[in-house]
């Protein structure tokens, strides 16, 4: 395949930034879409201009580090994919493809395609520590917990913390993070001493951060790549709303 690239370049937080064009020849179809920015890397290394930065590590959709835009489209065009475990048989022999980093008043760019999502680790330190008590694991069975409370605490837990979700919103809103990392605590019997102490200091932390509201646009969850559900932001509003209401609401778990 033979592709243009167009990609964002900028040397640091106080350049203006621009769209540079590349052209790449013989890319398998078979490649990821990272493993293609290697080969143009690799190319430019050896022409002796700078490479372009962005961010990788597991590369097996784990970890979320591979944040990008491309063609407008968060993690690109298939959906439940991360850029990462993206290929390049999504694109055709000749296309033109933008590259982009995550575009968020929350996410400044720190250089080319990769952006500083500490405000992320922020949110998730709002949260703090729950108490449970050390020694011996207790026995499985001995604190039930119904079927769909685990169901739904395990669909939030698999939240990877890409940023795709601000990335894609229209006001820039963090919140499907922030309810996922709330909800996976909030379902749970371990969770329920700080339940609403958590959640109110984990959206003061989003918001303080400079992340947007949430309108209910819904593009978070498209663009998700774990498939985390809108009904978890209703589930952190629930939860938002009983802490501020005098008597928390309740310690039950799933109310």
């Known amino acids: 395949m033979n592709l243009t690239l167009r990609i964002w370049r900028q040397s640091g937080p106080e350049d203006k930034g621009r769209m540079v064009t590349y052209k790449v020849d013989d890319v398998s179809p078979d490649m990821s879409f990272l493993e293609m920015l290697d080969v143009l890397n690799e190319r430019l290394i050896l022409a002796g201009e700078e490479p372009v930065a962005f ?3 597991c590369r097996e959709g784990i970890c979320g580090m591979c944040g990008l835009m491309i063609n407008g489209n968060a993690h690109g065009p298939q959906r439940g994919t991360t850029a990462c475990q993206l290929h390049m048989r999504q694109f055709a022999d000749g296309d033109t493809i933008d590259i982009e980093p995550w575009r968020a008043r929350a996410f400044p760019v720190v250089k080319d395609l990769v952006v500083d999502r500490n405000a992320f680790d922020k949110i998730i330190a709002a949260g703090g520590y729950i108490t449970a008590p050390t020694g011996s694991a207790p026995e499985a069975h001995s604190t039930p917990v119904a079927k769909a409370n685990a169901d739904a605490a395990f669909e939030s837990a698999a939240c990877i913390g890409c940023g795709a979700c601000v990335a894609a919103c229209p006001n820039g ?4 993070f922030t309810a996922a990392k709330v909800t996976q605590l909030s379902l749970l019997p371990q969770g329920q001493p700080e339940r609403y102490t958590r959640v109110i ?12 509201g949430c309108t209910n646009a819904g593009e978070c969850t498209v663009v998700c790549p ?5 009904n978890t932001i209703g589930r952190l509003n629930r939860d938002y709303l009983a802490a501020t209401r005098k008597g928390g609401g309740g310690n039950t778990p799933g109310s």
């Open 173 to 176: 809103s963090g919140m499907l």
């Open 201 to 212: 200091g984990m959206v003061d932390a989003h918001d303080e951060a400079g992340f947007g």
């Open 226 to 230: 774990k498939g985390i559900p809108l």
């Open 55 to 57: 961010d990788h590590d």
